[in-house]
């Protein structure tokens, strides 16, 4: 049994050290932003940038988490003035994700999950009625930080030894009212995201 029990842990243990995957590089993509519970609004089409790292230690399983810069917010029409609300944040998803296919494939499919955090840095928001733009802080107005959760599906695809292309397509849910109570709103942020990016392969 002793012995059983060894070669189970030895095989075992070669299973993951073989499965173990780290990757680090560059991502980039187009935003489809708005705020929810707000009426006559409409999205907000934008960008986003930043890095990205996963860790897999299992051959379908494995732990994403990106920086990125990301522009938001929404576009209202008040009486006959325009609100363009321009968040700005440093987002911080985490993924817990599932590959599809075996270790080793050029192609593997993925699904993700999990919560998305975010940092207001800056932003304006303007209010144009005719002729005469207002234009003010996002940051004075709105909440610092945001949390949520999301969730999407992608691929990787093997480019060279040690070198992913990553394609990403998210929806993120904002769970804060990132207007304030005082607002007499519930604006919690909604994003949809598509992202393509580059990984590069280190460590064992």
Same mark, same amino acid.
């Given at each position: 049994?002793?012995?059983?029990l060894?070669? =189970?842990?030895?095989?075992?243990?070669g *299973? /993951?050290?073989?499965?173990?995957?780290?990757?680090?590089?560059?991502?980039?993509?187009?935003?489809?932003?708005?705020?929810?519970? =707000? !009426?006559?609004?409409?999205?907000?089409?934008?960008?986003?940038?930043?890095?990205?790292?996963?860790?897999? /230690?299992?051959?379908?399983?494995? /732990?994403?988490?990106?920086?990125r810069?990301?522009?938001?917010?929404?576009?209202?029409?008040?009486?006959?003035? %325009?609100?363009?609300?321009?968040?700005?944040?440093?987002?911080?998803? &985490?993924?817990?994700?599932?590959?599809?296919? #075996?270790?080793?494939q050029?192609?593997?499919? #993925?699904v993700?999950?999990?919560?998305?955090?975010?940092? =207001?840095?800056?932003? #304006?928001?303007? /209010?144009?009625s005719g002729?005469?733009? %207002?234009?003010?802080?996002?940051k004075?107005? *709105?909440e610092?930080?945001?949390?949520? &959760? +999301?969730?999407g599906?992608?691929?990787?695809?093997?480019l060279?030894?040690?070198?992913w292309?990553?394609?990403d397509?998210?929806y993120? +849910?904002?769970?804060?009212?990132?207007?304030? !109570? #005082?607002?007499?709103?519930?604006?919690?942020?909604? &994003?949809v995201?598509?992202?393509?990016?580059?990984?590069?392969?280190?460590g064992?």
């Amino acid at each position: 049994m002793k012995k059983v029990l060894f070669i =189970l842990a030895t095989v075992f243990t070669g *299973y /993951i050290a073989q499965a173990q995957v780290q990757s680090f590089g560059p991502t980039a993509g187009f935003n489809y932003a708005w705020l929810s519970d =707000l !009426s006559n609004a409409s999205g907000r089409p934008s960008f986003n940038a930043g890095f990205t790292y996963n860790y897999s /230690i299992l051959e379908s399983a494995g /732990i994403g988490i990106e920086a990125r810069y990301s522009e938001e917010g929404v576009k209202q029409d008040i009486g006959n003035a %325009t609100l363009t609300t321009k968040l700005n944040y440093i987002r911080v998803p &985490l993924k817990f994700q599932y590959f599809f296919g #075996k270790l080793g494939q050029d192609f593997r499919p #993925k699904v993700f999950v999990g919560p998305s955090f975010g940092f =207001l840095v800056g932003g #304006k928001s303007e /209010i144009r009625s005719g002729e005469t733009t %207002t234009t003010i802080n996002s940051k004075d107005v *709105y909440e610092g930080f945001d949390a949520g &959760l +999301h969730a999407g599906a992608g691929f990787n695809y093997r480019l060279a030894e040690r070198t992913w292309l990553n394609f990403d397509v998210a929806y993120t +849910h904002g769970l804060i009212d990132v207007a304030g !109570s #005082k607002s007499g709103s519930d604006a919690q942020n909604r &994003l949809v995201n598509v992202n393509l990016g580059v990984a590069f392969g280190f460590g064992e």
